[in-house]
């Protein structure tokens, strides 16, 4: 099984409103991943989660808020969001670790959440 | 991580060889040629990687140059589902760490 879940695939929300957003997979990885896209663009990094820890934040605003409660899932909750946070979210995992020489962290991505703030 | 150049769209005709070149000059020792594909509205898709050594893959096939200053992706038959952004991506490969897209070359293939 090398797939990732996100859910929803869309969501509405108005700036006051409060929305998670999930993805889950089962392949063993215990690095995940938030990245960001918005139209035309490529994908740009937000959070990066190893064995259930965040280690890396790119800057991003509070308003946006990972959360990562155990190997097989993650949420990006968010709050207060701004029109020009509208985009396709879209999450990752892939190992921590090499298991083969050379080899290794290949990241699978799932389908994105496609957000629309109002 | 290093940046990459690539041409920002290319056309193919369907069964004939795809050949998506990309840039990497200031590549360094432990880094890693990555590529991914983007169909449309979907999540980008890892094709393939290597280090100096060509790869070859179901999918396709990397062709790295000896200085490793520069690489090509080979799809021997493209098909249009093979239609999409492929983005070349330059990585260590020692620890799982964020991926940069650059802007990727757009490949049209047509009938």
């Known amino acids: 099984d090398t797939e990732v879940t996100q859910t929803p695939k869309h969501l509405v929300m108005g700036m006051t409103n409060k929305k998670s957003l999930k993805c889950e997979q089962h392949?063993?990885?215990?690095?995940m991943y938030w990245y960001k896209q918005k139209a035309k663009k490529p994908p740009e990094l937000m959070f990066v989660?190893?064995?259930?820890?965040?280690?890396i934040n790119e800057s991003v605003p509070s308003r946006f808020s990972p959360e990562c409660p155990n190997s097989s899932l993650l949420n990006l909750h968010l709050h207060a969001l701004q029109p020009e946070d509208s985009a396709l979210y879209l999450c990752?995992?892939?190992?921590?670790?090499?298991?083969?020489?050379?080899?290794?962290?290949?990241?699978?991505f799932g389908p994105g959440t496609r957000l629309t703030v109002t | 991580d290093a940046k990459t150049t690539q041409p920002p769209s290319m056309d193919c005709a369907e069964g004939r060889a795809a050949n998506l070149p990309c840039n990497h000059s200031?590549?360094?020792?432990?880094?890693?040629v990555y590529w991914y594909r983007q169909i449309h509205s979907q999540g980008p898709q890892y094709i393939i990687h290597?280090?100096?050594n060509n790869e070859t893959n179901e999918m396709a096939s990397l062709i790295i140059t000896e200085d490793r200053k520069s690489s090509t992706l080979i799809l021997p038959h493209a098909t249009l589902r093979d239609t999409a952004v492929y983005y070349c991506?330059?990585?260590?490969?020692?620890?799982?760490?964020?991926?940069?897209f650059g802007t990727g070359t757009r490949l049209q293939v047509t009938l």
């Open positions: 991506i330059v990585r260590p490969s020692r620890t799982a760490s964020k991926l940069t």
């Open positions: 200031t590549i360094s020792g432990n880094e890693y």
């Open positions: 989660y190893s064995y259930e820890k965040l280690s």
């Open positions: 990752a995992s892939s190992q921590e670790s090499p298991r083969r020489v050379g080899g290794g962290y290949e990241q699978y």
């Open positions: 290597g280090l100096k």
């Open positions: 392949m063993g990885h215990r690095a």
